[in-house]
């Protein structure tokens, strides 16, 4: 990698550690505040429901892809967006104006976050909400699903990832038609000052790594943009590709928060004791290691992609993520049948 790389790779880190530290912080508001989606949290069938909307999502915006209906998905991903970070800012914003209980900041912030998206969706623009969304979708999810839940939840998304960028492909047909919405299921890592996301026509195709583009999982891709052309699956013989020239790569951000799911699963429901750090109370070694862990994946991803290759993340990134956990828990005392949620089955 050359320097601007190296740069792009450290700015790519500091986002995903904004997700999980952000989510982390999130998961005792967004508990008391009443968020938690589901009855049960360690019932396992929750991670099934989940993975079939998924599966029902990306069939719809392929669906609306081809069709020709890209502005309903455009729609439904920025009133996403909208929603999730209204949830994060109720907890945070604080209440100056309000009608009966609820936050008209909090209201107002997460609208701007529409209109920004809608109006000037340039790179800082997504990556700020793609930000507070992926913080927003963490906590969520990370306090809905118990240890359980969450390692099936990732595990069956780890291998359905991979099946879907090197068996099927629809997932990289998925990533070639969601560029040129310009909306948070993708954060933007320019490696130029002078890179613009509303430049860019994505009317070219050279390497790219994808995943699940869904509003709520919202994986799309890894790769690199020349000005003026898009990333698109590799598709010269040897998969390789002139990184020199790159302005710009981009991460599926349901890469972040998938395995953020499982660093605020780990830091809400696991035993552990707390490590007292202030901030972030929940903290544990149980989640401090699945975050160490998905920094490991994302290492790997990243120096492989930079090779010019598609590559599915949630492989490397989920599966980080779940054995850092598992490395934590150990070192914290708690056994592998606790941790795996296998307690009530025993």
Same mark, same amino acid.
């Given at each position: ?13 500091? /986002? ?22 589901? !009855? ?7 991670? /099934? ?47 100056? /104006? ?13 609208? #701007? ?26 906590? /969520? ?74 509003? !709520?999982?919202?994986?799309? !891709? ?73 920094? *490991? ?10 090779? #010019?290759?598609?590559?599915?993340? *949630? ?24 941790? *795996? ?6």
């Amino acid at each position: 990698m050359n320097a601007r790389e190296v740069r792009g790779v450290a700015v790519a880190a500091a /986002l995903f550690l904004l997700v999980q530290v952000g989510a982390v912080a999130m998961v005792g508001p967004f508990e008391t505040a009443g968020y938690q989606a589901v !009855e049960d949290p360690s019932d396992p069938t929750n991670s /099934l429901v989940y993975i079939a909307a998924i599966l029902v999502a990306t069939a719809l915006m392929l669906a609306a892809f081809k069709y020709a209906f890209e502005q309903a998905v455009k729609v439904v991903v920025v009133g996403s967006s909208a929603l999730v970070s209204w949830y994060v800012f109720a907890v945070v914003a604080p209440p100056l /104006l309000t009608v009966g209980s609820v936050n008209l900041v909090a209201i107002a912030l997460a609208a #701007g976050v529409a209109v920004a998206l809608l109006l000037y969706p340039e790179w800082y623009v997504i990556d700020t909400a793609g930000v507070v969304m992926g913080i927003g979708a963490g906590a /969520l999810f990370g306090i809905s699903f118990g240890l359980l839940p969450a390692i099936l939840l990732l595990s069956v998304l780890a291998v359905y990832d991979a099946i879907s960028v090197y068996g099927t492909e629809h997932m990289l047909s998925l990533a070639e038609g969601v560029m040129d919405l310009r909306v948070p299921v993708i954060l933007v890592i320019p490696l130029s000052l002078s890179y613009s996301l509303l430049a860019d026509d994505f009317s070219g195709a050279s390497g790219v790594h994808d995943d699940e583009a869904t509003p !709520e999982s919202a994986d799309t !891709e890894v790769g690199d943009s020349d000005a003026g052309s898009a990333p698109t699956p590799a598709a010269d013989g040897d998969g390789t590709d002139d990184t020199a020239d790159r302005d710009a790569f981009f991460i599926g951000l349901g890469d972040a928060v998938m395995p953020t799911v499982m660093v605020a699963s780990a830091a809400f429901f696991s035993p552990a004791r707390s490590l007292g750090v202030a901030v972030l109370p929940a903290l544990n070694l149980p989640a401090l290691l699945s975050m160490a862990g998905t920094f *490991l994946g994302l290492g790997i991803l990243l120096w492989a992609v930079m090779k #010019g290759r598609a590559h599915a993340g *949630l492989p490397l990134l989920n599966g980080g993520a779940i054995g850092g956990y598992l490395l934590g828990s150990v070192l914290a005392g708690v056994s592998l049948v606790r941790a *795996l949620g296998l307690t009530p089955y025993l």
